[in-house]
């Protein structure tokens, strides 16, 4: 692998001197940030899932946040289909 500019200060880097991503990633975070990313992850491949939280924690928000009303609320606020939140809220009534 090739070596990097490990002597330069983030002070010293320019955003759009860095590839893209990284590019984007300055910008979206600041390059000290995008620095440490790089040394971290580089030449891998990362996918970001389109959910930020666990399905149990999201379960246990349903469950929690549940009036007996807001089945479409729910759906709308955790991205979920009206049919998953009511499987959900039907497998608590059975435990």
């Known amino acids: 692998m090739r070596e990097v500019f490990t002597e330069m200060s ?30 971290t992850y580089r030449g891998q491949q990362i996918n970001f ?24 609320q729910l759906a709308s606020k955790f991205g979920y289909s009206e049919k998953w939140i009511r499987t959900i809220l039907k497998t608590k009534e059975r435990n």
């Open 10 to 39: 983030p002070d010293e880097i320019q955003s759009d001197q860095l590839a893209h991503i990284y590019c984007e990633l300055a910008e979206l975070i600041g390059t000290e940030a995008a620095l440490k990313i790089h040394a």
């Open 49 to 72: 899932p389109v959910n930020l939280f666990t399905k149990e924690f999201v379960q246990e928000q349903i469950l929690r946040e549940y009036d007996g009303t807001n089945v479409k």
